[in-house]
Structures are given as structure tokens and as C-alpha cells.
């Protein structure tokens, strides 16, 4: 089906100018050049879209001879990304997915698709994409935009649908689940009704997946503006059981108040992108691993290990424990690391120290968190409350409330603070 220039409602001016330089030029040297995937989509739905995808059936090494600004990446498959100053566009030569019995296709033991490099025609590529509503063209040279799947009419319903087989195609990739999670609740789509059991059926094929692209997939899918839908909908199929086995068990057993915690911290941050804040990964994981460290760190002082070693080595634990699952980049686990040392010495406010941790880089997150846990129900309102007023203050009155703090019996308050359960 092919929609002509006025039966949508996609104009050039919602189109990036870079995207636009691309796609022109493409088709100047006689190249066939689309809009598709996510682009299209949102343009569709008068979302603004995040990036632009370029594909055309020029081949990499042809790209790369009409762009001077191009570079070929990619390992499972050949893509350009043409430059323009930071601005990237990414061009994609068509390509067909290859049948399972196939040579050119290498497949891993639990079905999976490691290499499909094998360039075909536009049709062939809107079959090998993931849902009908990622497979739209959008045609340069008329303006038309040019469905295989049916994407324009779920669209319109509103629907998830994958192409093919949906068990089939989750056992290809299986973070598939985690994109049609992110799509659904961040489009607010629902999913159509062959989705929902292979879904739930494939849910143990995530672990299969290498833990570097999964923190990339996690990641996208808690920075989307709909983190705190995407959670529920991971604990509904099943999904953040595998993902986050340590911080599963802790919604479970309900010792800390996690889900409470959890649900804060995702609709907090889904807050943060309505208003254009800046979100870090950095936090998200700081608290998904929270109660895990704090159970654990319980267990350790509950065999004489003082607060602070216990808490330590709780985080080491932790977090060597959650990166079998999802790997991160060191800089994330030690930006985590930070808030959680912040969170102990947020409790010693005498002297100078609550003067010199404002100046910590972390101490804004840090201090951020703190209010969560509190709000959450974390028995620290007090300490909360005073890092709250103590922030706010100007320095005269800053030096009344470390008094105020370190007039207190030190010892005892820390151990209560730090050791008393929900
Ligand atoms: P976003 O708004 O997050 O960029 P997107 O749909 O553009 O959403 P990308 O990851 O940029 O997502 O991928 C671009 C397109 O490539 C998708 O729209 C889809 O057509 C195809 N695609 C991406 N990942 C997969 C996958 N795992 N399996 C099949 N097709 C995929
Ligand atoms: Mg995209």
C-alpha cells in the first residue's frame, strides 16, 4: 500500500536538514533514498522523532564514494553514518533477513541470529524489521510513504504487531521483548493479540542475550519518558525477574519498601524528560541496586561486620552479581558506587563534612536520592529533612544546623539509622 503526498501528514519541514542533505543526494546519484523506522513512525503519530534512519539501495562502499563526510561501521552488519559535525545520519543499504537453514546466516544454538549481512530489496527489508509500525517508507522522490506489513493500519488501531511469526522472531532476537515493551508504553500502543503469549513464553530467552546490549536496550527503554509504565509491563511478562534477579527478590520478600522506591524514582525520571532535564543512567541503577545492598550489608553486620565495610562489600557483590545479567560501562557502576558511599557519610554532618560533600560531584544525585529514599519509605525522614533545609540554607544558618546535627549522640543515631529495617 502506498499512501500518497496528501493522504499523510508528513511534511519535509518536520524532517531534520541533514536528513534531507542525505536523502537528496542519494537520490541525485540515481540511489533510491527512505525515511524509515522510528522517523516515520513518530512523524506519523506527530510525535517528534529522536533521529532519522536513512535506507536506500546504494551500497556501503557506494555511499561512502558520494558522502566525503562517511564512515562504514558495524559489525553485525555494514552501515554508514554520515557526518555532520555531531550530528550523525545513519544510511542503511536494504537487506533481506535469510532463511534459518541458510549458509550466510549464522544462528546460535538457542535459534538466535548473529550475522544477517545480506543486502536485498526494499520489500525484502521491510520483512526483516522487528513491527508493522518500524517498517514504513517514506520516499523521497514522491513524497509517498510505502507500506509491506500493514503498519499504516496499526497504526491507526493503535497496535503492536510484529511481522512474521511472533515466536519465531523473538527467538531470533530476543530483545525484541524489550523493544515491544518500550514501543508500547512509550507510543501507547497496545499489543495485538498474537504478541501476548510467545511474549510470555520467550521471557527466559533475555539471558541469552549479551549483557553489553542489554544495558543499551534497559537504558533506552527507562530514558523513553514512559520508564515507569515500561516497569510495570517487565514485571508483567516476566521480564525484570531475568533482568534484575537481585532487586526482583527484594519486591518480593517486601523487607525494604522497593517498589515504592522504584515506582518514585521511574516516575521521577519520567518527569525529568517531560522537562527537558537531564536523566542519568547512572541514578537508575544506583537505586535499582539499592536494597539489594542494603540486605545484603544487613546479613554481613548481622555476622559482626562493621556498617561501612559490610555496606562496601555488599556493593561489590551486587554489582558483580547484576553484570552476568546486564554489563555496564565502568564510569555507570562507579557513579553508582558514589551515590551509595554518598548515602553513609550523608549521615556524619559534623564539622566541615556537610560543607565539603556538597562539593562532590556526585552530591547533587546523591542528594537526590536521599529524598527518594526517604519519601519512599525509608526510615530517614529526619536525616532527609535536615539535608533538605541544611541545602537550602544560607552559610550563617548552615553552621546553626551542623551544631544542631553533631549535638546529637552520634554513635547511637547512625547505628538506628543504618540498620533498622522498613
Ligand atoms: P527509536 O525512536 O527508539 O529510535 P526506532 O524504531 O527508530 O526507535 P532503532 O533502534 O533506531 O529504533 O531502529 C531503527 C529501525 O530498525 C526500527 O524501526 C526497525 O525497523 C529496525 N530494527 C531495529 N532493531 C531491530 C531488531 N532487533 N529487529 C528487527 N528490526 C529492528
Ligand atoms: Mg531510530
Request: a positive charge.
Amino acid at each position: 500500500m502506498v499512501l500518497t503526498r496528501q493522504d499523510h501528514s508528513i511534511s519535509r519541514k518536520d524532517i531534520s536538514e541533514n536528513t534531507l542533505k542525505v536523502l537528496y543526494r542519494l537520490k541525485k546519484h540515481g540511489y533510491q533514498a527512505y525515511l524509515v523506522g522510528g522517523g516515520v513512525r513518530d512523524l506519523l503519530l506527530n510525535k517528534h522523532p529522536k533521529d532519522f534512519d536513512v535506507a536506500t539501495n546504494a551500497l556501503p562502499e557506494e555511499i561512502r564514494k558520494i558522502f566525503s563526510n562517511c564512515r562504514l561501521i558495524g559489525r553485525r552488519f555494514r552501515l554508514a553514518h554520515v557526518h555532520f559535525g555531531r550530528d550523525i545520519i545513519e544510511v542503511a543499504t536494504f537487506r533481506k533477513q535469510v532463511e534459518h537453514a541458510h549458509e550466510e546466516v549464522a544462528h546460535s544454538a538457542a535459534g538466535m541470529v548473529l550475522r544477517d549481512n545480506v543486502y536485498g530489496s526494499i520489500e525484502e527489508d521491510a520483512w526483516r524489521r522487528d513491527f508493522t509500525i518500524n517498517a514504513l517508507y517514506y520516499n523521497i522522490a514522491d513524497f509517498s510513504v510505502v507500506d509491506f506489513t500493514g503498519g499504516i493500519q496499526d497504526l491507526k488501531d493503535r497496535k503492536l504487531r510484529m511481522i512474521g511469526d511472533t515466536a519465531t522472531r523473538f527467538r531470533e532476537d530476543p530483545v525484541r521483548m524489550l523493544r515491544a515493551i518500550r514501543f508500547a508504553s512509550k507510543l501507547d500502543l497496545s499489543f495485538s493479540d498474537e504478541l501476548v503469549a510467545p511474549m510470555l513464553a520467550s521471557r527466559s530467552l533475555i539471558t541469552h542475550v549479551p549483557p553489553a546490549r542489554l544495558f543499551e536496550e534497559v537504558i533506552k527503554l527507562f530514558h523513553s519518558g514512559a520508564a515507569y509504565p515500561a516497569f510495570e509491563q517487565l514485571l508483567e511478562y516476566g521480564l525484570f525477574e531475568a533482568l534484575f534477579p537481585q532487586t526482583f527478590a527484594c519486591l518480593q520478600d517486601d523487607v525494604y519498601p522497593t517498589k515504592a522506591l522504584l515506582t518514585d524514582v521511574f516516575t521521577n525520571t519520567d518527569k525529568r524528560i517531560r522537562e527537558d532535564k537531564g536523566v542519568t543512567p547512572v541514578f537508575i541503577i544506583a537505586a535499582l541496586l539499592w536494597h539489594p545492598i542494603l540486605k545484603l550489608a544487613q546479613k554481613y553486620m548481622d555476622d559482626g561486620m562493621s556498617l561501612y565495610s559490610a555496606r562496601l562489600k555488599a556493593m561489590e557483590i551486587c554489582l558483580s552479581e547484576q553484570i552476568k545479567r546486564i554489563s555496564m560501562p565502568k564510569r555507570i557502576s562507579f557513579g553508582a558506587k558514589e551515590i551509595w558511599m554518598l548515602q553513609s557519610r550523608m549521615q556524619n554532618r559534623a564539622g566541615k563534612r556537610a560543607e565539603r560533600m556538597m562539593l562532590e560531584p556526585r552530591f547533587r544525585a546523591a542528594y537526590d536520592f536521599l529524598l527518594l529514599r526517604s519519601t519512599s519509605g525509608e526510615p530517614i525522614k529526619e536525616l532527609a529533612d535536615w539535608w533538605q533545609v541544611y541545602v537550602e540554607a544560607d552559610p550563617s544558618e548552615r553552621r546553626n544546623l551542623v551544631k544542631k546535627a553533631s549535638g546529637k549522640p552520634k554513635k547511637k543515631k547512625r547505628k538506628k539509622e543504618d540498620t533498622e529495617k522498613k
